[in-house]
Nanobody, 126 residues
Framework: QVQLVESGGGLVQAGGSLRLSCAAS????????MGWFRQAPGKEREFVAA???????TYADSVKGRFTISRDNTKNTVYLQMNSLKPEDTAVYYC????????????????????WGQGTQVTVSS
């Protein structure tokens, strides 16, 4: 059973930056697409960004141009660089692993991911 551990959340002023990290256990990290989701109080968990095993990425429209997802397979880690943060980015951010290995399409639906971290809080003050 894979374990995903997020870190890097915190409190930041609007316009600031944060870098989230997600460390995965196991030896098959490089064969999985990985994603970031977020959940604000009283709202559904929503897709933020995902990166394929081959490095291709996709983003939610709300974060395009501000957030960058990347991965380091030597460290079993996926990152989310968040710039120009807005108060509406405030949420708990979750790292997730795709259901299957070597999937050609980078998916964005919550049900396509079956392993989740505990989440890290990001709070953006105005």
């Amino acid at each position: 059973q894979v374990q995903l551990v997020e870190s890097g959340g915190g409190l930041v002023q609007a316009g600031g930056s944060l870098r989230l990290s997600c460390a995965a256990s196991g030896r098959t990290f490089s064969s999985y697409n990985m994603g970031w989701f977020r959940q604000a109080p009283g709202k559904e968990r929503e897709f933020v960004a995902a990166i394929g095993w081959g490095g291709g990425s996709t983003y939610a429209d709300s974060v395009k141009g501000r957030f960058t997802i990347s991965r380091d397979n030597t460290k079993n880690t996926v990152y989310l660089q968040m710039n120009s943060l807005k108060p509406e980015d405030t949420a708990v951010y979750y790292c997730a692993r795709d259901r299957g290995q070597w999937r050609a399409v980078v998916r964005t639906t919550r049900t396509d991911f079956d392993a989740w971290g505990q989440g890290t809080q990001v709070t953006v003050s105005s």
